[in-house]
């Protein structure tokens, strides 16, 4: 439930990257307000601080690889202090904040406090960590990958395998992240043909990504399923039921929708950001 907003991963291998909902940066900056108590707590009991750091890590790795596929050399050496600036730990958090204090505003956190900083909560958060930081490994990603298709070929009613599908779907995690990277194209798109990298109207670069959602949305299921059940390998069945249910509350729901938004509005401005920066580099090795 708490770090599965995977946007950036699900793009590998096309002139994409990864975001949810246009915000503006400034107008997030200003929004921003001091986490009150509660939900200051339910920050550090889900340790937000070292997600963003794992997501930044997945971003530099992507943006790096855009930046192989995209340039001849892989780009200059500003290009990539201009990468590490767009993904700036400090930065990345403030605009996470301003999201996660506003979202859950109102919301009683206390249960999620408690379930997070309980042994069974803390054990989860440090296996999703340790499953998020192997799959930015490429074989570990890939037999990740095998492992979950042979399961739905062999075991398609498989109790664990249920269990999981569960929690899947009280998250939701499939359409959202199929939402998210849809935008995320856009967003990256737009930056490009803002800076005068691609020869397209706004409207033509929505046609052409709507036109990938199918493929999308392949990728999109393989790697969620994947990525949960190397994650809730050491967990039994009956804890990843539990941890489904606990989603499918008020509370674990205003989660979940803070969690996508607020890493969605990052998102956002970290790929349109890029978008705009690879456009600038490609001009000026045009000269």
């Not at 340790?47 to 790795?61: A, F, Q, T």
């Not at 301003?98 to 206390?110: C, E």
């Not at 995320?184 to 409207?203: P, Y």
């Not at 539990?242 to 890493?263: H, I, K, Q, S, V």
Request: proline letters at 2%; one cysteine or more; a negative charge.
């Amino acid at each position: 439930m708490r770090d599965m907003v995977a946007f950036p991963r699900l793009m590998r291998g096309a002139l994409l990257v990864a975001g949810l909902w246009c915000v503006a940066t400034a107008g997030a900056l200003r929004a921003e307000k001091a986490l009150d108590d509660a939900t200051g707590a339910l920050w550090d009991a889900l340790r937000m601080e070292r997600m963003i750091g794992v997501m930044r890590r997945e971003g530099l790795s992507h943006s790096f690889e855009l930046a192989e596929e995209m340039l001849p050399d892989g780009g200059s050496a500003y290009l990539r202090d201009r990468v590490e600036d767009i993904h700036e730990p400090g930065r990345l958090a403030r605009m996470v904040r301003a999201r996660f204090a506003a979202g859950l505003s109102g919301v009683d956190t206390a249960p999620l406090v408690a379930f997070f900083t309980s042994a069974e909560g803390r054990e989860i958060i440090e296996l999703e960590f340790a499953a998020r930081v192997a799959m930015l490994d490429p074989e570990t990603e890939e037999a990740a990958r095998a492992r979950y298709r042979a399961l739905v070929g062999e075991a398609s009613q498989d109790v664990r395998l249920e269990a999981t599908r569960a929690y899947v779907r009280a998250n939701d995690l499939i359409e959202r992240n199929v939402t998210g990277a849809l935008n995320a194209n856009m967003s990256f798109m737009f930056g490009l043909i803002e800076g005068g990298a691609l020869s397209m109207s706004r409207e033509q670069a929505i046609r052409s990504v709507r036109a990938d959602a199918g493929d999308v949305r392949r990728r999109t299921r393989e790697w969620v399923y994947s990525y949960v059940l190397l994650a809730q390998d050491p967990l039994s069945v009956a804890q990843i039921r539990d941890y489904a249910a606990l989603a499918a509350t008020p509370e674990g729901r205003a989660l979940n929708g803070t969690l996508f938004a607020a890493f969605g509005a990052m998102y956002w401005e970290v790929s349109h950001a890029l978008g705009r920066a690879l456009a600038a580099e490609m001009a000026a090795q045009d000269l």
